[in-house]
């Protein structure tokens, strides 16, 4: 069965950290561009981070950069989202997704994330609180 599975959520105290995994079944991740968005009640679904098939380039939103990390273990067919320094304001479900590009969009004043079109996983809960 193709389809990817999200893990590593959990409650956390602010100024935690996490780390979670998006692991693929039945094909490979490393030649696809893999995506990470996350959405809480009550707000729109953001593009946190992608990574591309192309040259294993990275991207962040301006909401996360220098907190959250991406990375490849093609190893283990799976991408990672390091997630350091977490807020209450972190909180939501957090999503993975495939796409043989990240689909970022220039504009005069940064890149924003759009939605991508292949596999997306189930989600896993981030809580932070103290």
């Known amino acids: 069965q193709v389809q990817v599975v999200e893990s590593g959520g959990g409650l956390v105290q602010p100024g935690g950290s996490l780390r979670l995994s998006c692991a693929g079944s039945g094909f490979t991740l490393a030649y696809l561009s893999i995506g990470w968005y996350r959405q809480a009640p009550g707000k729109e679904r953001e593009g946190v981070s992608c990574?591309?098939?192309?040259?294993?380039?990275?991207y962040y939103a301006d909401s996360v950069k220098g907190r959250f990390t991406i990375s490849r273990d093609n190893a283990k067919n799976s991408v990672y989202l390091q997630i350091d320094s977490l807020k209450p304001e972190d909180t939501a479900v957090y999503y993975c997704?495939?796409?043989?590009?990240?689909?970022?969009?220039?504009?005069?004043?940064?890149?924003?994330?759009?939605?991508?079109?292949?596999?997306w996983g189930q989600g896993t809960q981030v809580i932070v609180s103290s």
């Open positions: 990574i591309s098939a192309k040259d294993d380039s990275t």
């Open positions: 997704a495939t796409d043989l590009i990240c689909p970022l969009t220039s504009t005069a004043a940064a890149q924003t994330m759009g939605i991508m079109t292949g596999y």
